[in-house]
């Protein structure tokens, strides 16, 4: 009897802890990716993630875009030079980044006329005929943009929501990686700051 019990224990020890196991291997993984410098883009110097949650450093070019917004126009990242800039990378299915569109909200509605703007762009969440409800669900005031895996590679989306806040020379000024206690007093900084220059 002790014998039957005693492989009845042991008998598969492996797969009791393989979810574990495979939970610490991606966490291990995607905490590596935040730190560890990755192949820039066009050779350019990668930012750095502080405690926040926020990328900073010198500052770099984003990639550029031409993309579609959920109604079919075309939206292309040379249009938007000249102005501060909000990109907001988000999927429908991300709890976090749905929780963050009210804030956006009301920085469009507060900044937009002395020269913010703010796009979103849904990315990992099918096309155009499927986001464009999202949208109106959740009440979305700025342009929200159609993202592929293209785009994702060549801003460096590693996490959702990813947040880039760019100059109006488009220069990257800084990246907000998540969601973070304080994000919306630190984008609203970076705006005031941009804007007063």
Known sequence: MYSSKLNRITKH???RNAPLAMKSLLLGVLALSLVLPGPSVSGQRRLTLSARGERTGERCTPGTFTLSDVDGKVIRSSELHGRVFILDFWATWCGPCIAEIPMYNRLHEKYGSQGL???GV???????KDVKPQVAKHQIEYPVLVG???TVE???VVAFPT???ITQDWKIYKKYVGTTPGKD??????IETLLAH
């Open 13 to 15: 020890p492996r797969r």
């Open 117 to 119: 703007r703010i796009v």
């Open 122 to 128: 849904a990315v990992q969440s099918g096309w155009a």
């Open 148 to 150: 592929n895996d293209e």
């Open 154 to 156: 060549d801003f460096d």
């Open 163 to 165: 947040t880039l806040v």
């Open 185 to 190: 007093a630190s984008l609203r900084r970076d």
